[in-house]
């Protein structure tokens, strides 16, 4: 794969770049992955009306190259769909990753406990990145301590000092970038990295490169 500077984990928007390599997420019509793009695909925990259905064309584009990731899949206590329902697609989504030997790609709200309790029954065995970290440091060292991966978004852009402490200390080879779906461009995300890590903006390219390779690229 053509080394690119900026790697964007996790957006919604399909965007093209000399400089970024964007990988697209997709929560439903599983069908649309092609050639011309790099995707993350899963239920989301707010759009499961048609669980059965979409997880079987799920489970038919899972294995497909340009897939790198299951997800975002996960937990979330203050949507409207039914708990027991979430549970349910977030453990078969797993159970597809090890499957497949994809990461993970975590949704989560209100719901860390619970999330690292499936997460640990179903004995997941890929890497798991938890989106839009922009939580506090002792739950970010719990989160570390297992092995798992944080990638952030414009939540660090707003100076929020909890966030901001987590960067600050966490190792680098655990940190992504991200743009989610909040038109913020990925060379903002990665200049406030540098700035927050009081390193050079190079620095940051040369550690996300090398974590993008190491948990996507196996």
């Given at each position: 794969?053509?080394p690119?500077?900026?790697y964007?984990?996790?957006?919604?928007?399909?965007?093209?770049?000399?400089?970024?390599?964007?990988?697209l997420?997709?929560?439903?019509?599983?069908?649309?992955v092609?050639?011309?793009?790099l995707?993350?695909?899963g239920l989301?925990?707010?759009?499961?009306?048609?669980?059965?259905v979409?997880?079987?064309?799920?489970?038919?584009?899972?294995?497909?190259k340009?897939?790198?990731a299951?997800?975002e899949?996960g937990?979330?206590?203050?949507?409207?769909?039914?708990?027991?329902?979430?549970?349910?697609y977030?453990?078969?989504?797993?159970?597809?990753?090890?499957?497949?030997?994809?990461?993970?790609i975590?949704h989560?709200v209100?719901?860390?406990?619970?999330?690292i309790e499936?997460?640990?029954?179903?004995?997941?065995?890929?890497?798991?990145?938890?989106?839009?970290y922009?939580?506090?440091k002792?739950?970010?060292?719990?989160?570390?301590?297992?092995?798992?991966?944080?990638?952030f978004?414009?939540?660090?852009?707003?100076?929020?000092?909890?966030?901001?402490?987590?960067?600050?200390?966490?190792?680098?080879?655990?940190?992504?970038?991200?743009?989610?779906?909040?038109?913020?461009?990925?060379?903002?995300?990665y200049?406030?990295l540098?700035?927050?890590?009081k390193?050079?903006?190079?620095?940051?390219?040369?550690?996300?490169?090398?974590?993008?390779?190491?948990?996507?690229?196996?």
């Open positions: 794969m053509i690119f500077k900026y964007d984990i996790h957006t919604h928007t399909q965007s093209h770049s000399d400089e970024s390599l964007s990988v997420n997709v929560h439903q019509n599983f069908e649309i092609d050639n011309n793009g995707y993350s695909i989301h925990p707010w759009y499961l009306q048609n669980a059965k979409d997880f079987e064309l799920l489970e038919g584009n899972a294995g497909k340009q897939v790198l299951i997800g899949c937990l979330d206590k203050i949507c409207k769909t039914d708990w027991e329902l979430q549970l349910f977030f453990r078969r989504q797993i159970q597809l990753a090890n499957l497949f030997s994809k990461p993970l975590i989560c209100r719901a860390f406990e619970e999330v499936v997460l640990n029954k179903e004995k997941v065995e890929v890497p798991v990145v938890f989106h839009g922009n939580k506090n002792i739950l970010a060292q719990r989160l570390l301590s297992k092995g798992y991966y944080l990638s978004g414009a939540a660090i852009l707003k100076q929020n000092a909890s966030v901001r402490e987590v960067i600050k200390k966490m190792p680098q080879d655990r940190l992504f970038g991200e743009t989610d779906n909040s038109g913020n461009s990925i060379v903002d995300i200049r406030c540098a700035e927050i890590r390193t050079e903006l190079e620095t940051i390219i040369l550690q996300l490169q090398n974590n993008f390779k190491s948990v996507f690229e196996q």
